[in-house]
């Protein structure tokens, strides 16, 4: 699995958002470039092993090569905060209890992946995880009429779906007392 995600990684297509073949294009601005590349010294500087990547790239545009974290613990910070950059941490563990105990155990839950052949346990850790959406055997699908947001400290509300609509609206009651009858 490692090998094959760096091995990926490697190919992703990065460059102009508007390209139909590109697959990530640049950060929004230089701060939010700063603090990724932030978080990958972080993740350096903890004793995660970096992969590939851990660069910005070129001089023109907010670009980060896609970033790829092994022998990733608990207890760093790529681990534990929302990075929202193109950087990945793998983790190991030995069963999927641990697994789905250890995602728990996190601060934060807008988003999980789950990559398996079998349903069952598809469905069993996508149920256990505390993530507002999880993804099995893809990542970052989106679609409109679908709610959208996290649990725990990754936002409040949902965008998206019947649940976006809430952040629209606010509901009233009115209660008015009538002194005669009307029939």
């Given at each position: 699995?490692?090998?094959?995600?760096?091995?990926?990684?490697?190919?992703?297509?990065?460059?102009?958002?508007?390209?139909?073949?590109?697959?990530?294009?640049?950060?929004?601005?230089?701060?939010?470039?700063?603090?990724?590349?932030?978080?990958?010294?972080?993740?350096?500087?903890?004793?995660?092993?970096?992969?590939?990547?851990?660069?910005?790239?070129?001089?023109?545009?907010?670009?980060?090569?896609?970033t790829i974290f092994g022998?990733?613990?608990?207890?760093?910070?790529?681990?534990?905060?929302?990075?929202?950059?193109?950087?990945?941490?793998?983790?190991?563990?030995?069963?999927?209890?641990?697994?789905?105990?250890?995602?728990?155990?996190?601060?934060?839950?807008?988003?999980?992946?789950?990559?398996?052949?079998?349903?069952?346990?598809?469905?069993?850790?996508?149920?256990?995880?505390?993530?507002?959406?999880?993804?099995?055997?893809?990542?970052?699908?989106?679609?409109?009429?679908?709610?959208?947001?996290?649990?725990?400290?990754?936002?409040?509300?949902?965008?998206g779906g019947e649940y976006?609509?809430?952040?629209?609206?606010?509901?009233?009651?009115?209660?008015t007392a009538i002194p005669?009858?009307?029939?």
């Open positions: 699995f490692v090998e094959r995600s760096v091995e990926r990684a490697k190919k992703r297509v990065v460059g102009d958002p508007f390209k139909a073949n590109t697959e990530q294009g640049p950060q929004i601005d230089q701060e939010q470039m700063e603090k990724i590349l932030g978080y990958v010294g972080s993740g350096k500087a903890q004793g995660a092993k970096l992969l590939t990547g851990g660069s910005r790239m070129g001089d023109t545009g907010y670009f980060i090569e896609p022998d990733v613990t608990d207890d760093m910070t790529i681990c534990q905060e929302e990075i929202f950059g193109p950087v990945l941490s793998i983790q190991r563990f030995s069963k999927v209890e641990e697994a789905i105990e250890r995602a728990n155990k996190n601060s934060y839950g807008l988003a999980a992946a789950v990559h398996t052949k079998d349903v069952g346990k598809a469905v069993y850790v996508s149920n256990s995880l505390r993530a507002g959406t999880v993804w099995v055997n893809c990542y970052n699908v989106l679609g409109n009429q679908a709610p959208f947001g996290g649990y725990k400290m990754s936002g409040i509300g949902r965008e976006g609509l809430e952040n629209y609206t606010e509901v009233k009651t009115v209660i005669q009858k009307n029939s």
